[in-house]
C-alpha cells in the first residue's frame, strides 16, 4: 500500500515555462515533506521541505504547496531550465520519527530546450 | 567537502555468493540508513543506526541481510547467500541529528546478481 504516490511517471515542459510536479499521501500522522532531485547514477539531493503547519515553501525558482486537507502537495519550478532535468521524488515523515522517510515512486522531468 | 562515499560503484556477482557494500558517512552526521532503490517498489529504508547503534532494522527483507556499523566512519551491508531477486541500486545515506534535518545520499551501489 502505497502512502506516497506519484502518479505521473514523467512530465516534459519548455525551457522557461513553468513544471508542477504533484504528490498525493495518505497517511494523515505524516507532518513534514521533501523533495529530493535525483541524476542518473547519482544518489538523490535534497531540494526542499515544508512542514505541515505551513502551506508554502519557496527557494529562488522553487516552491512547494501543501494542501493538507486534499493531502496533496506540490512542487513548482519557475523557470524551467534544461538543468533541471532529473528524477524528481516526493519523501514524507510521519510525527516523531525525524528519519522513516516514506518515498514516492518519482517523476521524470524533461526540460526541452 | 566529500560527501557520502559508497563501495563498489557496481557489483556483479552470482546467486549464492557473498555481497558485502560499504559506506562512509559525512565526518559529523550521527545517523546512517541503507536503502534499497528497485522498479516495482522505489526507495526503500532497509535499516537505520544511530550513533553506530542499530534503532530500526525493521526493513530488512530477510535474515540473508545483515549490516554493521563498527565506528561512526564506516558501515556495511551484508547479502549472504545472494539472490537474483536482491539485484537493485542499494543507497546508503547519513543526517546530522537535529529534528528534520535532510539526508544526503551517497551515489549508490549497483548490484546485480546473476
Known amino acids: 500500500d502505497q502512502q506516497v504516490k506519484q502518479n505521473s511517471p514523467s512530465l516534459s515542459v519548455q525551457e522557461g515555462r513553468i513544471s508542477i510536479l504533484n504528490c498525493d499521501y495518505t497517511n494523515s500522522m505524516f507532518d513534514y515533506f521533501l523533495w529530493y532531485k535525483k541524476y542518473p547514477a547519482e544518489g538523490p539531493t535534497f531540494l526542499i521541505s515544508i512542514s505541515s503547519i505551513k502551506d508554502k515553501n519557496e527557494d529562488g ?26 528524477v524528481y521524488f516526493c519523501a514524507a515523515d510521519s510525527g516523531g520519527s525525524n528519519y522513516k522517510l516514506t518515498f514516492g515512486k518519482g517523476t521524470l522531468l524533461t526540460v526541452n530546450p | 567537502d566529500a560527501g557520502v562515499i559508497q563501495s563498489p560503484r557496481h557489483e556483479v556477482t552470482e546467486m549464492g555468493q557473498e555481497v558485502t557494500l560499504r559506506c562512509k558517512p559525512i565526518s559529523g552526521h550521527n545517523s546512517l540508513f541503507w536503502y534499497r532503490q528497485t522498479m516495482m517498489r522505489g526507495l526503500e529504508l532497509l535499516i537505520y543506526f544511530n550513533n553506530n547503534v542499530p534503532i530500526d ?43 528534520n534535518s535532510p539526508l544526503h545520499f551517497g551515489n549508490g551501489t549497483r548490484l546485480t546478481v546473476t
Open chain 1, 61 to 86: 525558482r522553487f516552491t512547494v504547496f501543501l494542501n493538507k486537507s486534499a493531502k496533496h502537495l506540490s512542487l513548482h519550478i519557475v523557470p524551467s531550465q534544461p538543468g533541471d532535468s532529473a
Open chain 2, 57 to 99: 532494522d525493521s526493513g530488512m527483507p530477510e535474515d540473508r541481510f545483515s549490516a554493521k556499523m563498527p565506528n561512526a566512519s564506516f558501515s556495511t551491508l551484508k547479502i549472504q547467500p545472494s539472490e537474483p531477486r536482491d539485484s537493485a541500486v542499494y543507497f546508503c545515506a547519513s543526517k546530522t541529528g537535529t529534528h
